[in-house]
C-alpha cells in the first residue's frame, strides 16, 4: 500500500540495498547536526543571506521549469543525454547563492526551498518528503562540504582579504616618518594552485562533479525503485553517468568562476 506516491518497494530487483543508504544519511545527518550546531546553524545568517537564498532558489525554479525547457527545445535529439540548459541554470544559480553567502547551511537550504517550490509550481506532493530529503542532503550538500572544506573561502572567495589581513598582523607598523599615504599596497602573492581563479575553477569541477551522481546513482538506484517499483537498469545508470559528468563539470567550473567573480564584484 503506498503513501503519497510513495510505494515503498525495498527488494526491487538490482536497487542499491537499503541500509546502504541508511547509512549515508545517517553519516550526512550527523555531520549537519554536529558542524551545524558548532558553526550556530541558522542564527549565523544574516537577512541578506537569506534573500540571497530566498530570491535565488524561486529563480532557480523558474529557470528550471520555464525557461530551461523553452533552451533544451533548440538541442538536437542525440545531445539531449549530454546536453540540458534547466539543470545547468540550477548548477548556475545556486554556485551563484553559494559564493555570495558562503556559510554552511546555504547549499541545502537552497535546495530544500527549491524543491519546495518546484512542487507548488510544477510537480506536485506527490512523493513528498523522499525528494525533499533526497535534494537536500545530496545537491545541497555537496556545496555545504565545499564551503566546509574551503573554511568559508568557497571558489576562492575572501583569500585576498584574509591574505592581505594575515600580512598586516605580521608585518611590521612603520615609523610615522616612514609612513607615506602614497605607498602602494602590494597585491597579495599567490602560487598557482592557491590562485582564486584556479580555486574558482576547481572547486566548480569537483562540485559539478559530485552533483552528476545524484540523479545517475542515488535516484535511479534507490530512490525511484523505492517509489515506483520496477526493475533497475545499471546499464542505463553508468551510462547517464557518464552522459552528465562532461558537461557537469564544464559547466561548474564556468558557474564557480562567474560566482566568483559576482561576489567580487558586490563586495564579498
Known amino acids: 500500500m503506498s503513501f503519497n506516491g510513495i510505494g515503498g518497494y525495498l527488494n526491487s530487483p538490482a536497487m542499491i540495498p537499503w541500509p546502504i543508504i541508511v547509512v549515508y544519511f545517517a553519516v550526512v545527518g550527523a555531520f549537519v547536526f554536529i558542524y551545524g550546531k558548532k558553526e550556530g546553524g541558522l542564527s549565523k545568517f544574516k537577512t541578506v543571506d537569506l534573500v540571497y537564498i530566498g530570491v535565488g532558489s524561486a529563480f532557480t525554479v523558474v529557470w528550471e521549469f520555464f525557461i530551461g525547457p523553452l533552451l533544451d527545445k533548440v538541442i538536437p535529439s542525440g545531445l539531449t543525454a549530454y546536453i540540458g540548459f534547466g539543470f545547468f541554470g540550477r548548477i548556475l544559480i545556486v554556485f551563484i547563492i553559494a559564493g555570495l553567502v558562503r ?8 535546495l530544500a526551498i527549491f524543491n519546495i517550490l518546484g512542487d507548488i509550481f510544477h510537480y506536485g506532493f506527490g512523493g513528498e518528503p523522499i525528494y525533499t530529503i533526497y535534494e537536500t542532503f545530496t545537491y545541497g550538500l555537496f556545496i555545504d562540504l565545499a564551503i566546509a572544506v574551503s573554511k568559508g573561502h568557497l571558489f576562492g572567495v575572501g583569500l585576498e582579504r584574509a591574505k592581505a589581513s594575515v600580512k598586516s598582523v605580521l608585518t611590521p607598523k612603520a615609523s610615522p616618518a616612514e609612513a607615506k599615504s602614497s605607498d602602494p599596497i602590494d597585491p597579495p602573492k599567490y602560487a598557482w594552485y592557491t590562485h582564486p581563479l584556479f580555486l574558482a575553477g576547481f572547486t566548480g569541477a569537483i562540485v559539478g562533479l559530485l ?5 545517475t546513482l542515488i535516484y535511479g538506484g534507490f530512490f525511484k525503485p523505492l517509489l515506483y517499483g520496477g526493475i533497475v537498469n545499471w546499464s542505463k545508470i553508468l551510462f547517464d553517468l557518464v552522459a552528465f559528468i562532461p558537461g557537469d563539470v564544464a559547466f561548474g567550473i564556468v558557474a564557480g568562476l562567474l560566482a566568483a567573480r559576482i561576489a567580487r564584484v558586490l563586495g564579498q
Open 211 to 215: 552533483w552528476a551522481t545524484p540523479d
Open 103 to 110: 556559510k554552511v547551511g546555504a547549499g541545502m537550504l537552497s
